[in-house]
Nanobody, 119 residues
Framework: QVQLVESGGASVPANGSLKLSCVVSGDIYSLKCVSWFRQAPGKAREGVAEIDDDGTTEYAHFVEDRFTMSKDIAKKTLYLQMDNLKPDDTGIYYC?????????????WGKGTSVTIAS
């Protein structure tokens, strides 16, 4: 089993920055994909960024070079640096992980951290 715990969510003004963290514990060596998702109020959950087993990082189109996903293996922590935040970035941000390549979907989810961007 794998556990993920997010932190770093906050309320910030538009054009501000936030850095989300996700501590991963358990059988982390079974993981081949780690990712960030978000869910805005009244909308479906959507992918934000992912790092696949070969190290390839992919971002959703709406990121527009504003976000950077990284991981620190020694600290067993994922990060999502978010800059130039917009009101549309408001939502609950989840980290997730999968035992297979990213295209096969996620097996483990955190409980989320809330991000609010004031206009």
């Amino acid at each position: 089993q794998v556990q993920l715990v997010e932190s770093g969510g906050a309320s910030v003004p538009a054009n501000g920055s936030l850095k989300l963290s996700c501590v991963v514990s358990g059988d982390i060596y079974s993981l081949k994909c780690v990712s960030w998702f978000r869910q805005a109020p009244g909308k479906a959950r959507e992918g934000v960024a992912e790092i696949d087993d070969d190290g390839t990082t992919e971002y959703a189109h709406f990121v527009e070079d504003r976000f950077t996903m990284s991981k620190d293996i020694a600290k067993k922590t994922l990060y999502l640096q978010m800059d130039n935040l917009k009101p549309d970035d408001t939502g609950i941000y989840y980290c997730a992980a999968g035992r297979k390549l990213c295209l096969h979907g996620m097996d483990y989810w955190g409980k989320g951290t809330s991000v609010t961007i004031a206009s």
